[in-house]
């Protein structure tokens, strides 16, 4: 387990013995490769998942929750990058969210807590793009072979022996291309995927609308939970600092642009999903709106080609996906495993790398296979892991870091909003993992078939 700081916390990280900092987190980056990192971190296909939330909340709280959530999270991303650009200027650069909360907070449990908590969020949603990348493939293989004899852990297989052979990429900052690419993926699937509800909507084979909400008040209560932690999960990236750690020095101001370029594109995907896809299959919707599109009975809902090539976007964002949230698991692994004064490439820390990120792989694959919760994983991870590091503790940073006087509006907002998501983190815990129960019944271990 990675250790917690000293007391030289606030000093800068010592590279010449950090393989995490010198090799994983290399400062190279411009802006621009900020926006890419944090469009692919937050902007992916779990926005497929957004009418399945709204089905919890119906139209105008679903509108509400997904408009106050996307503006909290902006705010809250806002603050964290005030707070590191604080600590950059007064000599504390932090490259880790787990030393910033440690320094800030002063408290060495913070260290771990986090640790925890971004753990759950990294093999989380590894765990979830392995899943929803071999359920591309099987999706895409039951149109071409309709009696075929391939089940789905076998296309989680093939995914992960993928993911294994893209993860050697050394460095998060090596992945900018291939972020890049995963942004014109969101926005091309994204808008395929549009055209084929509109098309599926207004055709004759239309599935009839309801969208009326669970006729139970407390299954009502436990749906509204469970969907604003999807939501959560949908927004969060949990690894904000280390995207910024990726900037070339100084990095005061960047984080800003590339914060607006991400929610440029969160603006444009998110409401257009969501709309477009609970229009058409109301609380019907599945946990991922191609599946929808394409029944288990009866024709396609809309041009085989165009969905088609939806799915071919989204598998391939799932790769870029699955890496970028393995970049702090690869941190922490060679922050101790790697020799600095060796080359990255060298045989010594090549070895190394090789063989740990190859065990992570497989472990998230096997996890992947034995359960095939997308929806439900979504809901989890969320109300677990992107509601406390994204909603309540950069607030906390920025009122210990800051000190904005009681009185002032800005403290009493930050205060509202951890009590709000803290309460909103516990029912949706609890709701969630209630879910996650519930559909334990529906399943065996190595389905082939993924649970709503």
Request: charged fraction near 15%.
């Amino acid at each position: 387990m990675a250790e917690p700081p000293k007391a030289d916390i606030h000093s800068r990280h010592d590279e010449d013995e950090d393989g995490g900092a010198a090799f994983v987190l290399q400062s190279k980056g411009e802006w621009w490769h900020a926006g890419f990192h944090l469009t692919t971190a937050i902007v992916g296909p779990t926005i497929l998942t957004l009418p399945y939330a709204f089905r919890g909340l119906g139209w105008g709280l679903g509108f509400l929750c997904l408009t106050t959530v996307g503006v909290v999270t902006f705010y809250s991303y806002l603050l964290m990058s005030k707070v590191l650009d604080y600590c950059e200027k007064s000599g504390r650069r932090h490259i880790r969210f787990r030393e910033l909360a440690a320094d800030v907070l002063g408290s060495g449990w913070m260290f771990y807590f986090v640790i925890f908590i971004q753990t759950a969020i990294n093999t989380g949603v590894g765990v979830g793009a392995i899943l929803l990348a071999g359920e591309c493939l099987q999706i895409m293989y039951s149109n071409i072979s309709v009696h075929g004899s391939l089940k789905l852990y076998h296309f989680i297989a093939m995914v992960t022996v993928v993911m294994i052979v893209l993860s050697q990429l050394p460095s998060f900052h090596s992945l900018r291309h291939i972020n890049f690419c995963s942004l014109l993926f969101a926005l091309g699937y994204t808008i395929l995927v549009v055209v084929a509800c509109i098309h599926a909507g207004t055709s004759e084979n239309a599935p009839p609308r309801d969208y009326s909400l669970e006729p139970k008040k407390s299954a009502r209560v436990f749906s509204a939970f469970t969907s604003l932690s999807i939501l959560a999960a949908i927004f969060g990236n949990g690894i904000l600092p280390e995207i910024q750690a990726t900037l070339a020095p100084p990095a005061t101001g960047k984080m800003v642009k590339g914060l607006l370029m991400c929610y440029t594109a969160i603006f444009v995907t998110f409401y257009s999903a969501a709309i477009s896809g609970y229009w058409v299959f109301g609380n019907k919707s599945n946990s991922n709106i191609l599946k929808s599109l394409l029944p288990d009975s009866g024709p396609s809902l809309a041009p085989t080609w165009v969905l088609a090539l939806a799915i071919v976007f989204v598998l391939l964002q799932l790769f870029a996906i699955g890496l970028v949230y393995s970049q702090v698991a690869y941190e922490i692994m060679e922050k101790k495993s790697a020799d600095v004064r060796q080359g990255m490439f060298s045989k010594r820390n090549l070895i190394p790398r090789i063989i740990l990120r190859t065990i992570y792989m497989i472990c998230c694959g096997v996890l992947a296979a034995m359960l095939p919760f997308f929806g439900d994983i979504n809901g989890v991870v969320g109300a677990i892991g992107f509601i406390p590091l994204d909603f309540i503790l950069p607030m906390v940073l920025y009122n210990m870091t800051f000190k904005p006087p009681k009185s002032s509006l800005t403290y009493w907002v930050n205060v509202s909003i951890i009590v709000v998501f803290t309460g909103a983190g516990i029912m949706g815990a609890f709701s969630s993992i209630r879910k996650l129960v519930l559909d334990a019944n529906q399943f065996k271990l190595f389905s082939s078939d993924v649970v709503d």
